[in-house]
C-alpha cells in the first residue's frame, strides 16, 4: 500500500487519504485538538470532553511565491508545555497565570520548503499560528490567502456581527466595526452585506458555547475576518475587501521568511463562563516596546455626547473641567473641532485651568484626510510621521495624557501599520492611545504599553443619533459582555443619567433604560479609562445615590467572574477592584426576571444594592445574604448593582 500512494505521490495523484498525525490535549484533558494530513492538505478538529466542538477544518496559507495548503508532507511533530504569569492593570483579571500544552506540526511542500502550524492548548482556550522557515536566498512574500477554517456541526448556531461594505456610511469612513449583531442565526446564514462577519464571533453546539477570534495582530500583517460560511457550516478566515481605503493598498501582508503570522484563537466552554472570562488574547503576547513611563488610567467626561459640536468652546470646556473636577475625576476628553473653536493657543491655557482642578486632558484628532471625507478637525495631523511627531511634541510639552484618534476604518495592512506607528510615536511622547470609528483591538493592551482601547462597537453616540438605539439599548448591552468586550477594552462612552438626549435634558431622543441599568453598565462594560455621558446637570437632577456611585467606581479590575446570562436577554458580571466587589446586572426582557447566585468569595460581608422598583424608578439599600447567596429581581430594561 505505501509503494502504492508513493507511486500516485510521484505521478502528483492524491487519493483521498486521511492519516491522523497529532494530538494535544489542554492540562486538565478536556480540551483536545487532533492534526491530519488529507491527501496532503492539513486540517484539524477539536473536541471538549470528547464531543466534537469543531469538525474536520482546514489549514494552510498561500503566498506569492509558495503554496502552504495542498500536497504537503508531514514532516514530524513535537510538544513541550508553556508556563507564564503576568500582571497587568488594563485587563479583566490583573494577575494571570497561564499554563498550556504546546504541539508544532511540521509539514513540507514537495519543495522541501517547511511551515509549521503552532498550537497552544489552554484548558478552555486555543490558540494556533503559521511560521514559515527561510529558503535559499527569497526572503521576500505576500500572503495573498489564508485557508483556516471553522467547521462547525451543522445544528449549531451563530452569534454574529456582519463585516461592513467599505467606503460607505458618514463620509464613506467604514468599515468601522459598528454594524448590529444577529443572534441565534443557522449556521449556515449568509451575512447582511455578503461581506463576511467581524471578530469575535460567538457559536453553540447543542451543548458548547464557542467564541473564534485572533490576537497579535501588529503592522506585519492584515487584520482579519470571518468569510460567510459555506453550505456545510464551514467559515474561512477573510482577508481585507480591495475597496477598503478608497481602494488603495494590498488585500494581502507583505512578509520577510522566517515569519509567524498572528494567533488564530478558540475558547470552548460548556457554559459562558470560560467565555466572558478568557484571557486567551492577551496570554500569548508580549509587549512590542518598553512603556515611556507608568500610565495612570481613570475616568472622564466629554461634553461632545450631550452638548455636541456647539461646545467645542473655551467656556463649556471649563465647565466641563469644574465638572470633573467635583467628580473626582482623573480625565477630561475634548472632541473633534477644538482647533478651530478653542484653538491651539488657549487650549494651552484650557490645559493649565484642567490642571489647577486635577483634571488632565485626552484631544481628538481625526486619523487622516486620504483614506475617507471625515471632514472634522484637526485634520492631517496622524497619518504622517513628520507632522504626527511634531503634533506629538506640542501635546507632551503642554501635558495633555492622551488622545482619541477617529475614522481609522480598514484592517489592510497599510492601516495596521499605521496604528502601530501612532501607538509607537504616542508612546515615546508619554500619551495613551484611544481609537475611534476603529478595528478591534488584538493583543494591544499587552503589544502596545501605552494602548488603552477601541471603539469598534455600536457606542453610545448612536443613542443620540436615533431613538431606535435607545430602543434596542439593553438588548445591545446584554450583547456586549459576551462578544466584543470578551477579547478587548471596549470605548463605549455610556452610562447616561441624563433621561432626554440633549443638553438642557428636556427634549431628543428617550432614554429607555433605568438609572440601576445605566450605572451597571460602568462596570459590565471593561476599559482601563472610561469617559462616561455624565453631564454637568446630573449634580442637581440625578439621584443622589447615582452620583456617588460613579464618584466611586473604578475602572480597572482585579478580578472577573461571570455569575449567569444570555446574549441579548440578561448579563451579571462580578468585578473586584482591590477590596472592593461590584456586582453588575441588567435586563433586556420585556418580563421582570428573578435571578438566583452564589458567589462565596463574598461570605459574611454586608452589601448594599441599587436596584429598581417599578416605572423605571431605582433607589439604593442595604441588604443581607447568608453564605454569599444572593436573590434579585431585575426589571424590564433595568439593572443593579451589589456593592460591599
Known sequence: MKNILLLFWLMGIFPFVVAQESTVKSPDEALKLEVYLESGQPTYSVFYNNEVVLERSRLGLKTNISDYSKALNFAGSKTNSVEKNYESPKLKDS???????????????????????????????????YHLHKYSDTIAHVVTKEFTGFNFPETAKSFLTPQSKSMVGFQRTKPSYEEGYYLDQDITAASAHNMGYTFPGLFKTEDRWILISETGVDGTYVGAHLSDPNAEGEYTIAFPDSTENNDFGSTGAAISLPFSTPWRTITVGENLKPIVETTIPFDVQEPLYEATQDYEFGRGVWSWIMWQDASMNYDDQITYIDFAAEMGYEYILIDALWDQKIGYDR??????????????????????????????????????????????????????????????????????????????????????????????????????????????????????????????????????????????????????????????????????????????????????????????????????????????????????????????????????????????????????????????????????????????????????????????????????????
Open 347 to 644: 487650549m494651552e491655557e484650557l490645559i493649565e485651568y484642567a490642571k489647577s482642578k486635577n483634571v488632565d486632558v485626552f484631544l481628538w484628532y481625526n486619523s487622516n484626510g486620504v483614506a475617507n471625507d471625515a471632514p472634522m478637525t484637526p485634520r492631517h495631523k496622524m497619518h504622517r510621521a513628520i507632522t504626527r511627531k511634531q503634533e506629538m511634541k506640542w501635546l507632551q510639552k503642554n501635558g495633555v495624557k492622551g488622545l482619541k484618534v477617529d475614522f481609522m476604518g480598514g484592517d489592510k495592512q497599510e492601516t495596521i501599520l499605521l496604528y502601530e506607528d501612532i501607538m509607537s510615536d504616542a508612546n515615546d511622547h508619554g500619551l495613551m492611545m484611544i481609537f475611534h470609528g476603529a478595528t478591534l483591538p488584538r493583543g494591544w493592551e499587552i503589544m502596545y504599553p501605552n494602548f488603552i482601547s477601541t471603539e469598534a462597537v455600536l457606542a453610545s453616540e448612536n443613542l443620540m443619533f436615533s431613538q431606535y438605539a435607545n430602543d434596542q439599548e439593553a438588548r445591545s448591552a446584554a450583547i456586549h459582555p459576551f462578544i466584543r468586550n470578551t477579547v478587548g477594552s471596549m470605548d463605549f462612552g455610556g452610562t447616561v443619567l441624563n433621561e432626554r438626549y440633549n443638553r438642557n435634558n428636556d427634549g431628543g431622543n428617550v432614554r429607555k433604560t433605568s438609572d440601576a441599568f445605566q450605572l451597571a453598565t460602568a462596570v459590565l462594560f471593561q476599559t482601563p479609562v472610561q469617559f462616561f455621558a455624565l453631564t454637568p446637570n446630573n449634580l442637581e437632577d440625578a439621584p443622589e445615590f447615582a452620583v456617588d456611585f460613579m464618584k466611586n467606581v473604578p475602572t480597572t479590575w482585579d478580578e472577573t467572574i461571570f455569575i449567569d446570562g444570555y446574549p441579548g436577554e440578561y448579563s451579571i458580571i462580578a468585578r473586584r477592584h482591590k477590596e472592593q466587589w461590584y456586582i453588575a446586572g441588567i435586563n433586556a426582557s420585556k418580563k421582570a426576571k428573578k435571578v438566583s447566585f452564589s458567589l462565596p468569595e463574598l461570605e459574611g460581608n454586608k452589601f448594599s444594592i441599587i436596584n429598581d422598583f417599578g416605572k423605571g424608578q431605582s433607589e439604593k439599600k442595604e441588604i443581607k445574604q447568608k453564605k454569599g447567596k444572593f436573590e434579585v429581581t431585575i426589571q424590564p430594561q433595568g439593572g443593579f448593582i451589589i456593592t460591599n
Open 95 to 129: 494577575e494571570i497565570n497561564y499554563s498550556a500544552q504546546e504541539l508544532t506540526a511540521t509539514f513540507t511542500t514537495q519543495k522541501g520548503r517547511k511551515m509549521d502550524v503552532i498550537f497552544r492548548v489552554s484548558n478552555n482556550d486555543i490558540a494556533f499560528r
